[in-house]
């Protein structure tokens, strides 16, 4: 058997060095083995391997300086030896007088090198999605068995870029799918509820004159980007009217997102509505989507606007000025498109005035306002909505009731209903638990005569309160009427429209008691 000639036997020697060198690793390691593996089996001080980015830029994988790894940056092929190698995908090799050749190419100069060889990286395609390159100090034999074995690794180069290439894509595609289904779940703990009580803009029941006038607001304002602040009595429906301004709007395809402030404590208000990330606080054990990111391109509704503090107050105004805001814990800034619908049952320019809510934030939520009536201001539409009640909780407890007598509705009618419509709808709802075929009311209703206007206006002066005072007297009229019960759906917290919480701390500041 004739001897392998030397030249062969030295390609061979290199081929299984390379091979042996990389044959375990993927990635980022591969490159960087490669590049030292080849510099070393070669017998060159450097050698690099690219990465196409957008022509004619590539970025440098990996760079052996012949004694360890150099930084590898991102560059332009025009002025340099590389360029018909990345734009043609054709083989370079300048054996010697490197520096004469490119002379804008400084880092040659820096490199101190003379020659050069250069290999283009393919996938499946045909396309040059990289390159391969040494570089030697000296002059450099053009040998066509060396550039066998680069286009070799130059083609284990190629693949394992485009392995590289499929796991990124697959790996953004994955945490985008992590992503919109954290969202999504986020969307539906928020919606569950809306979604099983969902309102019709026909729910807004009612023919009297205010009742018509808020109507014709909104219809005019709900196709529109504009803010809405919705202001009027507890318990008079504003929730359903900012759902009747997202339903007919051009948002109504995306969520709307509704925040009780007054539900909320102070100190997590903000990653309520701007979110956190992992480690802002104590139990912030993963990053947290606020109602804001929630609510991009739909509605988000703030009720009880005016119990924000003033901190968040200015953190609110400037989301709805320039349209972005930062999570908790993060700097990093997220843009958003929300129109904001607001509401409250204060009045925010008496707020104003007392400095317990900013006036910039005022005029920038009270772009188109509404007033919701109470239902004193509507008694004639006391009839309808006792029927569209009765019919409503007929419907879900599977009952018949088919007549409403004439002195149960003159009550109804006559009554002032300080709680306004949800209080009226939670009498009803329990009068027709207790009804059969005629709609009962509970015993325990009760109903003052109607004063006389000439009375009224006697007694007048003698009768004014302050609002605190006035206040006191409604939160235990509500109490009395509930048997001093607070939460719950029949407790006085759910007819006053305010948290649990809220109104005992109202309690202790009025110093309203129970007495024995």
């Known amino acids: 058997m004739q001897p392998m000639p030397a030249f062969e036997s030295r390609a061979e020697d290199v081929l299984r060095a390379v091979i042996e060198g990389t044959a375990s690793v993927t990635g980022d390691e591969f490159f960087r083995s490669l590049v030292k593996n080849v510099a070393s089996a070669l017998g060159v001080r450097y050698a690099f391997v690219t990465e196409c980015k957008q022509k004619p830029m590539v970025q440098m994988l990996a760079f052996w300086t012949g004694d360890g790894f150099g930084p590898t940056p991102a560059f332009d092929v025009t002025d340099t030896p590389c360029r018909d190698v990345i734009n043609n995908g054709e083989i370079r090799c300048y054996t010697n007088g490197l520096q004469e050749l490119f002379p804008k190419d400084l880092p040659l100069v820096d490199l101190g090198a003379v020659s050069y060889l250069g290999i283009p990286a393919f996938d499946a395609f045909g396309q040059v999605v990289g390159h391969i390159v040494i570089l030697d100090t000296k002059p450099m034999e053009e040998n066509l068995r ?3 074995i680069l286009r070799i ?6 693949a394992e870029l485009k392995r590289q290439q499929a796991e990124d894509k697959l790996r953004k595609a994955l945490s985008e799918v992590e992503r919109l289904k954290n969202q999504l779940y986020a969307e539906n703990l928020y919606l569950q509820e809306e979604i099983r009580t969902h309102h019709h803009f026909n729910e807004i029941v009612g023919e009297s004159p205010a009742v018509k006038e808020m109507l014709k607001c909104l219809e005019t304002v709900a196709s529109t980007d504009s803010t809405v602040l919705i202001h009027g009595p507890t318990g008079t429906g504003k929730e359903l009217i900012a759902r009747a301004l997202h339903q007919y709007s ?15 404590s102070a100190g997590l208000v903000e990653s309520e509505l701007f979110g956190h990330v992992k480690g802002a606080f ?3 054990i993963s990053n947290r989507d606020g109602r804001f990111k929630l609510a991009d391109n739909g509605t988000l509704f703030l009720d009880e606007v005016g119990e924000l503090a003033l901190e968040t107050q200015a953190k609110l105004l400037r989301v709805l000025q320039e349209q972005e805001f930062e999570p908790v814990g993060s700097s990093k800034s997220i843009e958003v498109d929300v129109r904001i619908i607001a509401a409250t049952n204060r009045d925010l320019l008496e707020e104003v005035q007392k400095e317990k809510f900013r006036s910039d934030l005022y005029y920038r939520l009270n772009v188109f306002p509404i007033r919701v009536p109470s239902l004193k201001e509507r ?34 009618t006559a009554y002032e209903w300080p709680g306004n419509v949800r209080e009226l709808q939670n009498l009803i709802e329990r009068a027709v638990i ?3 075929d005629v ?5 325990d209703f009760q109903i003052s005569k109607p004063t006389a206007p000439e009375q009224l206006e006697a007694s007048a002066t003698s009768k004014l ?3 605190e005072e006035a206040e006191r007297r409604h939160i235990e009229r509500i109490l009395k009427q509930t048997n001093w019960r607070i939460e719950g759906t029949r407790g006085a917290a759910k007819i006053l429209g305010v948290h649990p919480n809220t109104l005992r701390s109202r309690l202790q500041k009025l110093g309203v008691k129970r007495s024995d």
């Open 146 to 148: 060396t550039q066998a």
């Open 379 to 412: 008694p004639a539409d006391v009839p309808l909505l006792v029927k569209f009640f009765v019919q409503k909780y007929s419907a879900r407890m599977g009952k018949h009731i088919r007549m409403i007598p004439t002195e149960t509705m003159r009550k109804l």
């Open 250 to 264: 051009g948002r109504k395809d995306r969520p709307l997102i509704t925040m009780n402030c007054a539900a909320i």
């Open 282 to 284: 104590t139990g912030a």
């Open 465 to 467: 309160v302050s609002l």
């Open 153 to 158: 690794f130059a083609s284990r180069a190629g």
């Open 439 to 443: 709609l009962t009311l509970a015993t």
């Open 434 to 436: 207790l009804s059969n």
